[in-house]
């Protein structure tokens, strides 16, 4: 067994420990920007506009279209690895068990303060999961696919994310304030916490 084999075995409880704790971290920062009532992300509001319709919880829809996200990838000739099955499945039990533990706000001021949390947790996490080298979340991967059928990054997420917003708000998710805050500071944040924490 070679030397960089051997470093690459050694190294699997940490990056197992980065990849889980990331999970957790952001089914947290999920749940805290939806009890904000401030406005979610897109995604979040897309997830959120169909647990309402079909009377499951966030968390299931979480799950349910991570999956169905990851059917994409085959045609997009994409492979998931060990951290894509686990954001499908993690991701949105954690953030269950956010809903079911955290609170309402009662005030203002709470409110904006979980939309702080929510939006720290949110980078911190992007960068523990995708920094533990296991494979992208099938969101992630969606939109990467789509750069290899030729679309820039800019324009792929921007498809991806105008697309869920605008449906997630038809359904009836939370869009405001937040959703703005969301969008400004995550790129931002997530870069920050990547130098401190660097993806290789």
């Keep these: 067994m070679s030397e ?9 409880p940490s990056r197992l420990v980065r990849l889980y704790g990331g999970l957790a ?3 947290l920062g999920i749940g805290l920007q939806v009890r904000s009532g401030l406005g979610n992300g897109p995604w979040d509001t897309f997830h959120q506009g169909l647990a309402r319709h079909l009377g499951l919880s966030i968390g299931t829809m979480i799950i349910v279209v991570g999956a169905l996200v990851m059917l994409l990838w085959i ?3 994409q492979r998931p690895g060990l951290g894509t099955v686990s954001n499908v ?3 949105g039990l ?3 068990a956010a809903l079911f533990v955290l609170p309402v706000p009662g005030h203002w001021a709470l409110s904006w303060l979980y939309l702080a949390l929510a939006v720290v947790s949110i980078a911190m996490a992007t960068v523990l999961y995708i920094g533990a080298g296991m494979g992208p979340g099938p969101r ?6 789509l750069v290899r059928l030729g ?3 800019r324009l792929g997420r921007f498809l991806i994310e105008v697309t869920v917003l605008a449906a997630g708000w038809l359904l009836g ?3 405001g304030v937040g959703t703005l805050v969301f969008a400004l500071a995550i790129g931002p944040l997530t870069q920050l916490f990547a130098r401190r924490f660097p993806l290789t």
């Design 89 to 91: 499945v993690f991701v």
């Design 25 to 27: 971290l952001y089914g």
């Design 75 to 77: 045609p997009m000739r």
């Design 151 to 153: 679309l820039s990054l």
């Design 140 to 145: 992630d991967g969606l939109m990467t696919g």
């Design 173 to 175: 998710g939370t869009v």
């Design 4 to 12: 960089a084999s051997v470093r690459h075995l050694g190294s699997l």
């Design 94 to 96: 954690f953030a269950d």
